[in-house]
Nanobody
Framework: QVQVVESGGGLVQPGGSLRLSCEVS????????MAWFRQVLGKEREFVAAITWTTTMIDYADFVKGRFTISRDNAKNTGYLQMNSLKPEDTAVYYC??????????????WGQGTQVTVSS
C-alpha cells in the first residue's frame, strides 16, 4: 500500500523560511516523480513544483520561482520543498503527490493528507 506523508508545516512570519518533507512508502521512489501542490480553502488545488526521480527535470510555478526549491533524497524515499521569503499569500495546505507528471491534479496518482503552512505576523 502506497503512503505519502507530509511534514514540516507550521506558522512563520513573512520573510521567513520553512522546509516541507514528503516521505513515500510502498513504492520505489526512484521509479516515481514527485510534486508539491497547495490549496486555499474554497479554491482549487494549484501546482507548486515537481521533480523527476533522476532530478533531471524540475518545474516550478511562476509565483514560487526564486523563492522555493524542490529536491529529493531517493535513498531516504523523501522529497523536500524549501520555502524562503515566504509571503502571507503562500498560506495554504501543501500536498505532496507522487507517481505522475504534470501541473494538474489529475496527472498524479498518490497524494498525502497535506500540511498547513501559515505565513502571518
Amino acid at each position: 500500500q502506497v503512503q505519502v506523508v507530509e511534514s514540516g508545516g507550521g506558522l512563520v512570519q513573512p520573510g521567513g523560511s520553512l522546509r516541507l518533507s514528503c516521505e513515500v512508502s510502498g513504492i520505489t521512489l526512484s521509479a516515481r516523480n514527485m510534486a508539491w501542490f497547495r490549496q486555499v480553502l474554497g479554491k482549487e488545488r494549484e501546482f507548486v513544483a515537481a521533480i523527476t526521480w533522476t532530478t533531471t527535470m524540475i518545474d516550478y510555478a511562476d509565483f514560487v520561482k526564486g523563492r522555493f526549491t524542490i529536491s529529493r533524497d531517493n535513498a531516504k524515499n523523501t522529497g523536500y520543498l524549501q520555502m524562503n521569503s515566504l509571503k502571507p499569500e503562500d498560506t495554504a495546505v501543501y500536498y505532496c503527490a507522487a507517481g505522475g507528471w504534470g501541473t494538474t491534479i489529475d496527472k498524479w496518482n498518490y497524494w498525502g493528507q497535506g500540511t498547513q503552512v501559515t505565513v502571518s505576523s
